[in-house]
């Protein structure tokens, strides 16, 4: 399992990789916290040349970002580096729990990358299985290296973006601020107005929103967090 020594992402694992050269996908996934939607991973080969420099100067982990910082981001990372996107339906979560489903996502976010990776760097402790090629488990990989902070920021504006459009069509339950996560306004349009088909119906926080034991907001606000202005 490898650790990036630098407090903030860079390209160190990837050069030890063989990046340029060899072909390095950052991976990470968002939306393991959240009662409502799926869970979204994000695949990211960086480019090479001076572009490959300025996005890993850029990038951040994508949780001290703002919401405006990760959508710019993103669109940068988008046109200028490889990326693959995956996700796990609510149906997958039930069937799989929530851990399985999010390493189905980051498999589904590397098959969908329109060249194979050669090595893979994976945010995290476990890799998925199956790879078709080495990988890495890092530890806090988000905030240490570069190509793992592209593909969580990618990862979490197309999260953030389901679950906008997810809104109008299920109103009360505020998901086009808090994108799913279990805030205050959450939890009370779960006890009034019941469950969606987007809701994961196995989490036991759910269960305990539902049976009246609405803990406070911080208590369930995981990695990502909701999303901000």
């Known amino acids: 399992?490898?650790?990036c020594p630098s407090p903030r992402p860079t390209l160190v694992l990837e050069k030890a990789?063989?990046?340029p050269k060899v072909l390095v996908a950052g991976v990470d996934e968002v939306g393991r916290g959240p009662l409502a939607g799926p869970v979204v991973a994000a695949a990211v080969i960086l480019p090479g040349g001076r572009g490959r420099k300025t996005l890993a100067g850029a990038v951040a982990d994508s949780k001290?970002?703002?919401?405006?910082?990760?959508q710019a981001l993103a669109r940068d990372i988008r046109k200028?580096?490889?990326?693959?996107?995956?996700?796990?339906?609510?149906?997958e979560i039930q069937r799989l729990n929530i851990l399985y489903a999010s390493l189905l996502a980051m498999r589904r976010a590397l098959r969908a990358l329109p060249v194979p990776a050669a090595h893979v760097l994976v945010d995290g402790n476990r890799l998925p299985a199956d790879l078709e090629c080495p990988g890495e488990a890092v530890v806090g990989g988000d905030a240490i290296c570069a190509s793992i902070a592209a593909a969580s920021i990618v990862a979490k504006?197309?999260?953030?973006r389901i679950m906008t459009r997810l809104a109008p069509l299920y109103p009360g339950y505020?998901?086009?601020?808090n994108v799913g996560y279990a805030t205050r306004?959450?939890?009370?349009?779960?006890?009034?107005?019941?469950?969606?088909?987007h809701h994961r119906r196995g989490?036991?926080?759910v269960a305990a929103v539902l049976a009246g034991e609405v803990p406070p907001a911080d208590l369930f606000a995981e990695e990502e967090g909701v999303s901000e202005e």
């Not at 504006?157 to 953030?160: E, H, I, K, L």
């Not at 505020?174 to 601020?177: A, D, K, L, M, S």
């Open 157 to 160: 504006v197309t999260r953030d």
């Open 203 to 205: 989490y036991a926080r």
């Open 17 to 19: 990789a063989g990046a």
């Open 185 to 197: 306004e959450h939890c009370e349009a779960l006890l009034k107005l019941g469950l969606t088909p």
């Open 80 to 91: 200028s580096a490889m990326v693959g996107v995956g996700a796990a339906c609510i149906g």
């Open 1 to 3: 399992m490898a650790k």
């Open 174 to 177: 505020g998901w086009e601020r």
């Open 64 to 70: 001290v970002l703002t919401a405006a910082a990760r």
